[in-house]
């Protein structure tokens, strides 16, 4: 799991005096319209008084139905229009003329308390019609929300119903649309629980008496058509909690948000045009598994600090592309209120943070590193959610996000709350956002945060803290199909996209197919590719100890292959590993300067020559020896020329250009990472000698050697055993190469295969290796 802040701060909601002075004209209401240019008045009858339980039902936000209260609709004699606008002065009602005729001008009765009501006779159908509202001297036109059908289809509700809209995003939140000849706005909000549900904008002073909701059905759906309403208005919902409270929320489906600490959601429409139809056509050309993989971690607000998603798309795609790393991988870009959480707190979960611009600047980014050939990963964190009072906690008075069993909800490490993946609709809500993603994003791939957090009732609890599955087992059997029911939607509806589990324990299947029962009974989790976190803790214990220790403690380098093709794995050199203490990669090296950096380009060629993907964090490319931090981002004054160790830095990053260079390049080294028929141990026990070497394979037998020597000294004439077939081979890298800062111990010819028998096999091959240093040979 990804290592958070022990504390974060609660963002601040919207005030009053913080309402911007200037919208979008979308957003406003029309400007004031002078009297002396109204049409001609006509008499309006007292409407019969509203029933008091209603009325006062509809005052206070609890009304289901306001549209059958409010608005236009025939009655004995003519028309009876009813309004709610508090602090209105005056209302009028102007009927449309056919053929653009004159209208005709009405003025609606006071009841008190904002409404307005009146019969408008000798009318035999509901006429067009628009409301002048006066307010303290100035009159305002406004076209009443009251008098549209709903704008949420019978197909829509049903599906969401069901808890299967896979573009739930498309139902519910703000969405501009033209209903029923009209331009606006449709507000559509899940909150099965409230009694009622009011709309709170920056237009009406997120005063919401004026724009109650009605609930569509069953669903727990409320709708509301906000004709003249459009792009840039801030707005949250205004809720009345079962016990009559109110709360005012952030829209759980917003796409765009104001930037925090400022919580309001924001209506927003896309006008982007993707230009990356060659990228995504050839993206499912062949199983990932089967193709070179290798990640760039980039936390985007501090990679280069300051930097719009724009401005990045003019940087980023230019130096991954150089470095030759085939994907970037973004930590969460879901809008979270605290920036201390890297992402990991989310509160908006279908909105890219604004902190860095907005949805269309996001859609730009990808598209710039898609045409530069550079796929896009993205942290995804449906593990948990925090309990700001203004977002997904108790949204609707009682829990509805997270689970009503305290000992379900609450997590224990880091004060936030998990998902109640047992509720369909909850389900829907994150399944649904997966696939938003991949879909509106063009997204090529989602690794999931803190997987065994999820698959574990008692991850983190003691005994008696945790309440057993229905057949007395931890397993969380929500959370499992929840997780298949994911992978399987995604990978159906998004071809080429691949899934990552951050996923610590030995969990069985996490990257089985779905229908595939394994020995636990559980249908494999149907995941992509699974984060190798024990190769990781493994590795990175092995060259944190000094030289001359090291032969305690071979195993750790090879146990690994105990278990590679277990699953399909990825090795991660993630952000979670150069934090908190934990150290940078090449300050967790022992020995002098020199000797950090060996053991940081020796330590790379292994892991990009062992079976399984690579994934590396930023920062880590060119070998800084200070921690990451989210405030001011890596070292980049490292690789300034002026600087008197820039040769030092500027050599790693010139060898991870290298690795992805060769890498991808050469077969052997990703085309058959996850079956054993890719990989045979060399001298795997050289314990004393603190060598390690194997052969990689290709789909046809082509084969690499690779050899790690992690003793501070050049051993000459080192025998391994090699196939026979091969009359020499030659070194394609040499981390121990001068151009990276190495001693230069490198062959420069050709090495002869001789027919002496060694490790097992009919043939050997006499090499000199470098101190610290990993050497990949290929045949001449």
Excluded at 91 to 115: N, Q, S, W, Y
Excluded at 125 to 154: I, Q, T
Excluded at 401 to 430: C, I, M, Q
Aim: charged share 25%; aromatic share 10%; proline share 7%.
């Amino acid at each position: 799991m990804t290592a958070r802040p022990p504390a974060r701060k609660t963002a601040r909601k919207t005030t009053d005096e913080e309402i911007p002075t200037a919208r979008k004209a979308a957003a406003k209401p029309p400007a004031p319209r002078k009297e002396s240019a109204g049409p001609e008045t006509r008499t309006v009858r007292p409407a019969p008084a509203l029933d008091p339980g209603e009325r006062a039902r509809l005052l206070a936000g609890e009304h289901h139905d306001p549209h059958a209260l409010l608005g236009a609709r025939l009655v004995r004699g003519g028309v009876l229009v009813r309004v709610l606008r508090p602090y209105a002065r005056q209302v009028a009602v102007v009927t449309k003329g056919a053929r653009g005729a004159k209208g005709r001008r009405a003025e609606l009765h006071d009841e008190g308390d904002g409404l307005f009501s009146g019969v408008l006779p000798l009318l035999r159908k509901v006429p067009d019609y628009e409301l002048l509202v006066r307010y303290d001297g100035d009159e305002v036109p406004f076209n009443d929300p009251y008098r549209f059908l709903p704008a949420l289809g019978e197909f829509d509700l049903h599906l969401i119903g069901e808890g299967r809209h896979e573009q739930l995003w498309t139902a519910l939140g703000a969405r501009t649309m033209t209903h029923e000849g009209v331009a606006g706005t449709r507000f559509t909000v899940w909150a099965p629980n409230a009694r009622g549900v009011r709309l709170a904008t920056d237009f009406n002073y997120w005063d919401g008496t004026g724009l109650p909701m009605r609930s569509l059905g069953a669903t727990g759906v409320w709708e509301l058509f906000l004709p003249g309403v459009g792009e840039g208005t801030l707005y949250k919902y205004d809720i009345t909690r079962p016990d009559g409270s109110h709360s005012l929320r952030a829209d759980p489906m917003a796409q765009h948000t104001e930037c925090p600490p400022n919580t309001s959601s924001v209506v927003t429409a896309s006008h982007h045009t993707w230009s990356d139809q060659e990228w995504m056509a050839g993206r499912a050309a062949r199983p990932h598994h089967e193709a070179p993989l290798s990640v760039y971690e980039v936390h985007l607000a501090s990679w280069r600090p300051g930097l719009t998603y724009r401005q990045l798309a003019e940087q980023l795609p230019a130096y991954v592309r150089d470095l030759g790393f085939t994907h970037v991988e973004f930590m969460p870009v879901s809008e979270h209120p605290f920036g201390g959480s890297w992402g990991y707190q989310v509160t908006g979960f279908y909105a890219p943070t604004a902190r860095l611009g907005t949805p269309d600047d996001f859609k730009h980014l990808v598209d710039a590193l898609h045409r530069a050939g550079i796929g896009v990963l993205m942290d995804w964190v449906p593990a948990h959610f925090p309990r700001d009072d203004w977002a997904l906690a108790e949204f609707d008075g009682r829990p509805l996000y997270e689970h009503e069993d305290p000992r379900r909800s609450a997590h224990p490490d880091w004060g936030t709350l998990e998902f109640d993946y047992g509720r369909k609709e909850v389900r829907n809500f994150l399944v649904a956002n997966a696939v938003y993603w991949c879909e509106e994003f063009h997204i090529d791939g989602l690794r999931v945060d803190a997987v065994a957090s999820m698959l574990y009732l008692d991850y983190s609890r003691e005994h008696g803290e945790w309440a057993p599955n229905e057949h007395g087992g931890r397993e969380n059997l929500d959370a499992v199909r929840f997780l298949q029911e994911m992978n399987a939607t995604v990978y159906r509806r998004c071809p080429g996209i691949i899934t990552f589990a951050e996923e610590s324990t030995a969990w069985d299947g996490v990257t089985r197919a779905t229908d595939q029962v394994g020995p636990g009974g559980f249908g494999g989790l149907g995941f992509g590719m699974k984060w190798n976190m024990g190769w990781m803790h493994d590795s990175l214990g092995y060259v944190a100890k000094e030289p001359v220790h090291r032969k305690y403690h071979h195993n750790e380098m090879t146990f690994s292959m105990v278990y590679a093709y277990s699953e399909n794995y990825i090795l991660p050199i993630s952000h979670d590993e150069v934090v908190h203490g934990k150290q940078a990669l090449v300050s967790k090296m022992p020995g002098d300067w020199w000797q950090q950096r060996a053991n940081h380009r020796a330590y790379l060629g292994f892991m990009w020559a062992h079976p399984g993907k690579q994934l590396l964090f930023m920062g880590q490319e060119f070998a800084q020896g200070a921690e990451w931090s989210a405030d001011h981002g890596p070292d980049w004054w490292l690789l300034d020329p002026a600087y008197g160790a820039e040769p030092d830095h500027r050599g790693v990053r010139d060898l991870v250009r290298d690795l992805n260079t060769v890498y991808s390049a050469t077969p052997a080294l990703w085309q058959r990472d996850t079956v054993p028929e890719g990989f045979s141990w060399v001298a795997g026990d050289a314990a004393e000698d603190n060598v390690f070497a194997f052969l990689r394979y290709d789909a046809e037998g082509s084969p690499l050697l690779a050899v790690c020597n992690f003793s501070p000294v050049v051993r000459h004439d080192y025998r391994l055993g090699v196939p026979d077939q091969e009359a020499a081979w030659a070194e394609v890298l040499n981390t121990d190469a001068a151009r990276y800062g190495g001693g230069d111990v490198v062959g420069t010819d050709p090495v002869k295969t001789e027919s002496v028998p060694w490790h097992g096999r009919p043939a050997s091959v006499r090499l000199t290796l470098p101190p610290l240093a990993t050497v990949w040979l290929r045949p001449a």
